[in-house]
């Protein structure tokens, strides 16, 4: 059995550079792998190939036994096929959904019942009971930050992308909201998490 | 009043909206989506009938929907049906002209919207239809309403596609703008007025509601 993730591949983005990405992490147990690198290096890149996102014009990439790109076998599974969880920048809440129901938003295949019970779990563990029936557009930037972490990890996937997650918001709250995520991410335990970081963020970080 | 006129202007005005809604809610969102350099063309050809003399489009309409036509022929060896002159005529003269009020208020919602939501549905596992009724649509319907206003409103005013290929012919293509043309040729100035009266005031109530959609959408 195969553990490691690996991503062997180029993007060639018109009028600009090719990048060539060179990547293998075992992910057994549960590991946090941060990638660090200037802007324009190829972190974004590699997340959104990751998740399948951007498709790369050349090479693989293979999660523990899956191949999830091949370029020459033509294999390229969609971001649905992946089970992945995918965190934005800008977390890319749903504005016409409540919290609840962006928490909700990837369950619609369990039963209500396990609906209910993984959405009242997240709403606990990242305290946001009390703000289950605003929107988006009401919440401060921390809370944004939560909601949108528990709506990826409320689908428990295999593999966590979040991509830059701590450079939004003011310098002073960043410990703060890399707290949150990191007892969220030992109390949920998904197996594997990649995160790309500014250089600039690992300053603010403990 | 001529309620056959006003009767036939409804359903011309409802059938182009639905028509133009269905088909073109599919071919607008292709449009804000695809990166095929070809787009432009498709583009310009939507936004034609915004500056064509609608007398251009008349001809080529009669053309093409003439017992000659290709178009025309079709429909003839099919359904038996001659085009010109009928009301299934000026509903494809219609639409065609109406095109662009609803296909371009359409990509425009499409287009501003955060394209993230739609890969972020993606990564939640839900299909690209699901994603486009759970996520797309909630959030551009302000502007596909104001499409459908639009398409509607013009409709009911569309005037020289209609006479060229409708003609004017009363209960069949006689619509509402075109009666008003006849009763000034028949020098009937008091009907003629109360015609224009009530187009006039059924324009005014249009453009307040997507003014009014206008500013809900961003308030949101």
Request: with cysteine; charged share 15%; proline share 6%.
């Amino acid at each position: 059995m195969n553990s490691d993730i690996s991503a062997h591949f180029e993007k060639d983005f018109q009028g600009g550079p090719t990048i060539a990405v060179d990547f293998t992490q075992s992910t057994q147990g549960f590991s946090v792998t941060a990638l660090i690198g200037p802007s324009g290096c190829g972190k974004t890149t590699l997340l959104r190939s990751l998740a399948g996102l951007t498709h790369p014009d050349r090479g693989e990439i293979t999660f523990r036994d899956q191949i999830w790109f091949d370029c020459e076998q033509r294999i390229n599974l969609s971001p649905q096929q992946r089970d992945i969880g995918f965190l934005f920048q800008d977390y890319a809440l749903f504005p016409h959904l409540s919290v609840r129901e962006n928490l909700g938003y990837g369950l619609r295949k369990h039963s209500a019942a396990e609906r209910q019970r993984r959405v009242s779990e997240i709403l606990t563990l990242f305290d946001l009971q009390r703000l289950e029936r605003r929107f988006p557009a009401e919440l401060s930037g921390g809370q944004q930050q939560r909601v949108a972490l528990g709506r990826v990890l409320a689908r428990r996937p295999q593999l966590l992308l979040l991509d830059e997650p701590l450079s939004a918001g003011p310098q002073w709250r960043r410990p703060v909201c890399w707290e949150d995520v990191r007892s969220a991410l030992l109390r949920c335990d998904p197996s594997s998490f990649v995160m790309p970081w500014h250089r600039a963020c690992m300053a603010g970080s403990p | 009043m001529e309620w056959g006129a006003i009767w036939l202007t409804i359903r011309l005005a409802t059938a182009t909206t639905l028509i133009l809604g269905i088909a073109g809610i599919p071919l607008a969102y292709w449009l804000a989506m695809t990166r095929w350099r070809g787009r432009f063309f498709l583009e310009t050809l939507v936004a034609l009938p915004l500056v064509l003399p609608p007398t251009v489009l008349g001809y080529y309409l009669l053309v093409l929907l003439g017992p000659r036509g290709f178009v025309g022929g079709i429909s003839e060896a099919i359904f038996g049906a001659r085009l010109p002159f009928s009301f299934a005529g000026i509903l494809i003269g219609s639409i065609l002209f109406n095109l662009p009020f609803a296909i371009r208020p359409f990509v425009a919602a499409f287009r501003a919207m955060d394209r993230r939501l739609v890969e972020a549905s993606w990564c939640l596992g839900e299909t690209q239809i699901a994603t486009f009724f759970r996520v797309t649509l909630p959030i551009c319907w302000p502007g596909i309403l104001a499409g459908l206003v639009l398409t509607f409103a013009h409709s009911v005013g569309e005037f020289g596609v209609v006479l060229m290929i409708g003609g004017n012919r009363p209960l069949v293509t006689r619509t509402l703008s075109i009666s008003i043309y006849d009763q000034v040729q028949e020098m009937r100035m008091e009907a003629a007025g109360q015609t224009a009266l009530v187009l006039l005031i059924f324009s005014f109530l249009v453009l307040s509601l997507t003014q009014w959609i206008g500013r809900r959408e961003v308030g949101v």
